[in-house]
């Protein structure tokens, strides 16, 4: 995890959102997901790790170190992340494929790090598996435009350095291992499904920014490129995975992070596994 505290406003990120639906949750949204004092968002900021059995695979590359972001907790970071990711047991040569659900700041922050003045790759023997869609998008930003310093800094010296992979819609490496298409966000936002030994999960980056719009999918955040759409995409896939098996892992849900969808009364909600 690189952090994780209260981090945005909820009318700001969520401008539909309205305080009575997170007072009527706050059985499951306090005190992980939710600050009630302060009325924010708490945000966490991690990678998934996946090891099959043939690759170590990277979901997500947070904010990084050393980049001009005019944000707090973002701007010009010095955090451990890699020292706390060797810990883990994974060093960077270690790592085969690098996902990013999507290529905003914030999920492609340490695909680069800063050697001699030059962004150079991370993961220097990782393929980055960036979206067709979503790289058509941002390929086309112009400097001051929102995501252009992401992606001068941490998407372009990976497409420079050959180490990027565009992926479609269908994209697997294997049974285990599959892009989800989940436009909205961006154009080519994708979700990562897991299947192993019969369990599931799905990694759903930031189709699903606080775990209240499992109770409101209706609710897109201010940072979806088409809120509509997000929207749509967000309702279907909580439909989907209502009282399934399958496990839950939202890019900036924090505490546990991990749980299920669940049917509750006429809605859903988020039900955490502790552990
Ligand atoms: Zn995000």
């Given at each position: 995890m690189e952090f994780e505290t209260p981090f945005i406003g909820r009318q700001y990120a969520l401008p539909e959102s309205t305080r009575e639906v997170f007072d009527a949750h706050r059985d499951w949204l306090a005190?992980?997901?939710?600050d009630y004092s302060a009325d924010l968002l708490i945000f966490s900021f991690h990678t998934f790790i996946l090891k099959t059995p043939h690759h170590t695979i990277l979901v997500d590359t947070c904010v990084g170190n050393h980049k001009e972001r005019p944000l707090e907790h973002w701007h010009m970071r010095d955090g451990p992340y890699l020292e706390d990711m060797r810990a883990a047991g994974v060093a960077p040569e270690s790592v085969d494929y690098v996902m990013c659900t999507h290529l905003h700041a914030d999920h492609t922050g340490w695909n680069t790090r800063l050697r001699d003045g030059r962004w150079v790759p991370?993961?220097?023997n990782a393929k980055y598996l960036f979206s067709k869609d979503d790289w058509n998008f941002f390929q086309d930003l112009k400097e001051g435009d929102p995501g252009y310093a992401a992606l001068r800094d941490s998407v372009l010296p990976i497409m420079e350095a050959g180490q990027a992979q565009l992926v479609d819609k269908d994209f697997q490496f294997d049974d285990a291992v599959r892009v989800e298409p989940t436009p909205g966000h961006t154009p080519g936002h994708y979700a990562v499904h897991l299947s192993s030994k019969g369990r599931e999960g799905v990694l759903s980056g930031d189709l699903i920014h606080s775990p209240v719009q499992i109770n409101r999918p209706d609710w897109s955040s201010k940072f979806c490129n088409d809120p509509d759409r997000s929207r749509e995409t967000r309702i279907e896939f909580v439909d989907r995975y209502a009282d399934t098996d399958v496990m839950l892992f939202a890019a900036h849900f924090g505490g546990p992070t991990a749980g299920h969808i669940r049917a509750d009364g006429d809605a859903c909600k988020f039900q955490v596994v502790e552990g």
């Open positions: 005190p992980h997901f939710f991370t993961f220097p």
